[in-house]
Every structure is written in C-alpha cells, then in structure tokens.
C-alpha cells in the first residue's frame, strides 16, 4: 500500500469514526460500536485477553478447531480459498490451514490494518508458499475478493463468536453478505458462544486483573488521541453485565460523575451513572443459531462442541 494511500484510508477512517461516534453518542442511550475497540493498543489488550483464566472462548475454540481437524478438513473438501472475516491474530487461521487439505490461498479482512500486518505475517510463516492476499475493509460492509482467488472454491472463517457482537438482525445481514460475497458453492466456518451461567460470562468480560477494562476504557483514549476528544477517561469505568432476557453480555463505559465531552465541536453530556454500550456478545442455544444461518440462505451441514458444551464451531453451506 503506498504512503498517500495509506494516509487516505487513516482519513476515511478517521472520518467514520467520528461520524459513528458523534451519532451513537447523540441517542438517548449512548453507544459506540465495538469495531472501534480495535486500534492497535486494543488489538494488544485483546490478544492479552484471550490468554487470562477467566476467557474461555479463545482456548476453548483452538482446542475443538485442533482436536477435529480431520473432522473439518473432510467436511470442507480440498483446494478452498479461505476468507477470514477480522483476522485476530492469525493463529487460528494459521491452525485451520495447517489442517486442510491443499488450501488455495488465505484472505484476511479487517477494518484494522494493525490485525491484517500481524495475521498476515503469522501465516506466511506459518505456511510459506501459500497465497496470503491481505484485504482492508469493513467485513460488515460489501468488498470485493481479490481477483488473483479465480475459480478456488471458497471457506469462509469467522471465529472467536464475533457473530454475537451482531443484534440477531445484523448477525442475518451479515451472513447474507458473506454468502453474496463468497459467491456460489462456498461454504462457512463459524465460532458461536454457548449459553451458559452468569458467573462464568461475567467474569469472562470484566476479569480480576482488569485487562478487559483497559481494553474497554482505550475506547475512550483512542476518541482523544485521534478525533480530538477531551474525555476524562478516569471519569468512567468499566462494567460487564449478563442480560438474560435478550441472553447476551453487554460492555458499557459508566460514567462517575456528570460531565460534559467535547468531540468535533459537539457538547455530548453524562449524567452521572449514565453509560455508552460499547459492546454486546450474544450467545446462543443450537437451535437459536441454525434459526439465524437458515434466514441468512445458509444450511448447517455438520457441528462440533467441547465436553463441556462451552463452545461450538458450525461448518454451514450455501
């Protein structure tokens, strides 16, 4: 990517963010979307994340996606282009690939050209010899594939549950758009949380050692450092909460005290105790989820869970 291409993307995407943060902190009930935790200080605390006692996800997907490999690789058939919808670090793509047979090329695609380096770089590694075709974008938006894929049939990998940061509307949405874009014959592999008690979950979003409460509250930092915002960030902290009746974790930013933020010339005012929903984490029963892939033209073919029924990785075809 050239220099002044570079420069016009950081633009664009300073543009955005103020724009989505001007509008979601205009509504009457404040909210910023989680895409914009992933700067590259969140994209370190999230990988710091995944490695605490209290995250179970991300060990808990690594162990099934390993432990079935066979499993997977049989049911996805040879010579597939694999998609990464937000790339994370690039270990589990790294890992799938390892376990398919004669995969034809890795797309990462994320919005943040901090993951898309890094997983890049992880499955070049990883896999020298093996097409690695980096693409900058919002996943939750229409993009183009790049065109040296050609005819390779396609998988989709959209680990980690971040179909539960989508509300069930948006989680269709993007699963149609997925399958638009993937294109006839594909096929997709998807990482959905489970439910489960309200201690594990909770504990899972706001740990003992505060990692994801950093992670949350850079939010607020990353709104100073690049849209010229004066939030005092120890002004709020973090709170995780499980919402049972909508069954899904919720981030928020809790104000302390009443306060006024400036943000491109806006006054945006808190009352203390008011908070910014910063994320949302569905998690879902089986059938639940079979629901959403069914209205988003695509068809379970074959599911895998661990022991504990923590977790579970869905191979879904169009």
Excluded at 63 to 92: C, H, N, S, T
Aim: hydrophobic fraction near 45%; proline fraction near 6%.
């Amino acid at each position: 990517m050239s220099e002044a291409h570079s420069r016009d993307a950081a633009a664009q995407q300073r543009g955005a963010l103020i724009a989505d943060a001007l509008a979601g902190l205009s509504a009457p009930r404040k909210t910023l979307p989680c895409k914009w935790l992933y700067d590259a200080e969140g994209c370190s605390l999230f990988e710091a994340i995944t490695r605490l006692p209290e995250y179970y996800p991300t060990r808990t997907e690594v162990k099934i996606l390993a432990e079935q490999a066979p499993a997977i690789a049989a049911a996805v058939g040879p010579g597939r282009a694999v998609v990464e919808f937000g790339p994370g670090d690039g270990a589990k793509a790294a890992l799938l690939l390892g376990g398919l047979e004669a995969p034809a090329a890795y797309v990462p695609v994320d919005i943040a050209p901090e993951w898309l380096e890094g997983a890049a770089n992880r499955v070049v590694e990883a896999h020298p010899g093996l097409p690695v075709l980096p693409v900058v974008a919002d996943f939750t938006l229409p993009f183009a594939l790049p065109k040296r894929l050609g005819t390779a049939p396609r998988l989709g990998f959209f680990p980690g549950s971040t179909i539960g940061n989508f509300e069930p509307e948006g989680a269709i949405a993007f699963l149609r758009r997925a399958h638009a874009t993937l294109g006839a014959g594909s096929r997709m592999l998807l990482g959905a949380d489970l439910v489960k008690g309200r201690a594990v979950l909770e504990a899972a979003y706001d740990d003992a050692a505060g990692v994801t409460a950093a992670f949350d509250l850079n939010l607020l930092h990353r709104l100073n450092r690049e849209a010229g915002a004066d939030f005092d960030v120890a002004a709020f902290r973090h709170r995780a909460i499980w919402n049972e009746t909508l069954e899904r974790v919720e981030m928020h930013l809790v104000a302390e005290r009443a306060q006024v933020v400036r943000l491109a010339g806006r006054s945006i005012r808190f009352a203390a105790g008011e908070s910014i929903h910063t994320e949302s984490s569905h998690k879902y029963r089986p059938e639940r989820l079979a629901e959403l892939a069914a209205a988003a033209g695509w068809r379970v073919a074959q599911r895998w869970t661990d022991p504990q029924a923590l977790f579970s990785v869905w191979l879904l075809e169009g």
